[in-house]
């Protein structure tokens, strides 16, 4: 399968021929991932991108990257953060498993 036929980010246990996620084991991995604590997804997932971009981006590359209209709408995400090549790499290179 390829392209169009099979899903970006797949699901192993899935039952329709593309291995996409549906909503409801999207829903339930996302919630046993959450916790006791509730947070949407798109709030989680833009939010965890935006504050590791912060370290590699400047303010104005990452208001262009994310479409925010006003620079002050990213001091949420980059208020404290550092400018940090390495920890970009560190973020997004696969974590070794012993």
């Keep these: 399968m390829a392209g169009r036929d099979m899903a970006l980010f797949w699901n192993p246990s899935a039952r329709n021929k593309a291995k996409a996620w ?52 990213l001091d949420h995400y980059t208020v404290g953060a550092k400018p940090n090549h390495a920890a970009m790499v560190r973020a997004i290179r696969p974590k070794e498993t012993k």
């Design 22 to 73: 549906t909503y409801d084991p999207y829903w339930k991995q996302w919630r046993d991932a959450c916790g006791p604590e509730v947070i949407a997804p798109q709030a989680g997932t833009r939010h965890s991108v935006l504050s590791r971009l912060a370290e590699v981006l400047t303010p104005h590359e990452l208001k262009s990257q994310s479409q925010h209209r006003d620079l002050r709408s």
